[in-house]
């Protein structure tokens, strides 16, 4: 079946440097989507940026990724983090099936 | 804009107890779904209805009965509580299709004693 991977649970950066979070994925689908979620404390997730367009890099928030189906990713990187962008971090796949796989989730914890 | 609203926000049962969520949305999207989230286990699909009446298992629907008798709403039954269960359900809705967002209430978070 269709699989996301986050490999890290927890990653923890020093503000105003940069982040990556790893996002790869298995599926058999052809029409794909990808999404990163985010959960801050407290609150319900809400999706950050999406893709479906191989290669294009998609940014919102000073968070960019770019969907690779050669290598079956979606990293998300920010060249700078703040202490605002603390929370926890989904990535996701969506189908025509109507279904959406996550990722077990990479918390994001930004130090002063 | 829209709103998903889930009640109750805390749910505390006993064990082998029946245990119902409630969900309502008012963007009237077509498809709904109910998660579990658990600490590093991301979030896992229980059921998901792609339109009223329908009803879809998701990989976590074994123990959970659901519900789609409206647009609007979705409920979603905890057949048996298990003794000290703990764990968020959250109630999420969208349009469908590969690259629909889906908008996530709030949460009930369930104690079992």
């Known amino acids: 079946g269709d699989s996301v991977t986050q490999t890290e649970g927890l990653v923890t950066v020093t503000e105003g440097l940069p982040v990556k979070l790893n996002c790869t994925y298995q599926?058999?689908?052809?029409?794909?989507?990808f999404f990163w979620y985010v959960q801050y404390l407290n609150e319900a997730p809400q999706v950050l940026l999406k893709s479906s367009t191989d290669n294009k890099r998609t940014e919102h928030q000073g968070f960019h990724a770019t969907l690779h189906k050669s290598s079956s990713s979606f990293h998300l990187q920010k060249s700078s983090a703040q202490l605002s962008d603390s929370a926890l971090y989904y990535c996701a796949l969506g189908s025509n099936t109507n279904k959406v796989v996550f990722g077990t989730g990479t918390r994001l914890q930004v130090l002063p | 804009g829209g709103i998903i609203t889930q009640t109750p926000k805390f749910l505390i049962g006993q064990e082998g107890q029946k245990l119902t969520l409630k969900c309502q949305q008012n963007f009237n999207h077509d498809t709904m779904y109910w998660y579990r989230q658990d600490s590093g286990k991301g979030l896992r699909l229980i059921y998901y209805?792609?339109?009223?009446?329908?009803?879809q298992k998701g990989d976590l629907s074994e123990g959970y009965d659901a519900s789609r008798e409206k647009k609007s709403s979705f409920s979603l039954t905890v057949t048996s509580a298990q003794k000290n269960e703990m764990a968020v359900f959250l109630c999420a809705s969208g349009t469908g299709g590969s690259y629909a967002e889906q908008f996530f209430g709030p949460g009930t978070r369930l104690t079992v004693l």
């Open positions: 599926t058999t689908y052809l029409t794909i989507a």
């Open positions: 209805s792609i339109t009223e009446n329908d009803l």
